[in-house]
């Protein structure tokens, strides 16, 4: 969905949770999520539990039924590129996200980035040394694993799907 599409009051899907809209942005939506059982919480605003932004990235899996969740989970898993990661890919990628220090910038961690030789690089740790931050990456066409200074993986292009595809297509 897009800001364009929400009404405040409106109720949604995003994620696991229900939400109820009480703001809209150019580019972000603010709500609630639905999960007290007594209806004065919802009550404001002022609200007395806190509302959340919600960015373009979330918004696109933003459904007004769970009937449009679903289908939508089953179309990406049908059409997504590239099409999944291999178990022990996820399976170490999950193991090295949870070990040592937490990192700080998790949002950094939410794009995949286009290295200059048109490799796809899909970010999913931080790893602290002396002089700042290592982004930790997987490369999903090669299947090998990387880390680069986070300033240079902040200065490479955001990977859209067409990057994505057309990666694909080379393969």
């Known amino acids: 969905m897009k800001p364009s ?18 703001d809209i942005g150019t580019r972000t939506v603010t709500a609630i999520r639905l999960v007290e059982d007594d209806s004065v919480w919802y009550e404001g605003p002022p609200y007395m539990i806190e509302e959340v932004v919600l960015d373009e990235a979330e918004l696109d899996d933003a459904h007004l039924t769970e009937e449009d969740a679903i289908r939508a989970s089953i179309d990406e898993a049908d059409t997504s590129w590239p099409p999944g990661f ?13 070990e040592g220090e937490p990192y700080p910038r998790k949002p950094l961690l939410r794009f995949n980035r286009l290295r200059a030789d048109g490799e796809i690089l899909h970010p999913y740790a931080g790893r602290k040394v002396l002089d700042g931050w290592l982004v930790c990456l997987y490369l999903p066409f090669t299947q090998e694993w990387a880390e680069i200074p986070e300033r240079e ?11 994505v595809r057309e990666r694909t297509n080379r393969q």
């Open 5 to 22: 599409d929400f009404k405040i009051g409106m109720e949604f899907i995003c994620g696991p949770f229900w939400w109820r809209c009480t």
């Open 153 to 163: 993986f902040l200065d490479l292009t955001i990977a859209g799907e067409a990057v």
């Open 86 to 98: 291999p178990q022990e890919a996820v399976m170490r990628m999950m193991d090295v996200s949870i």
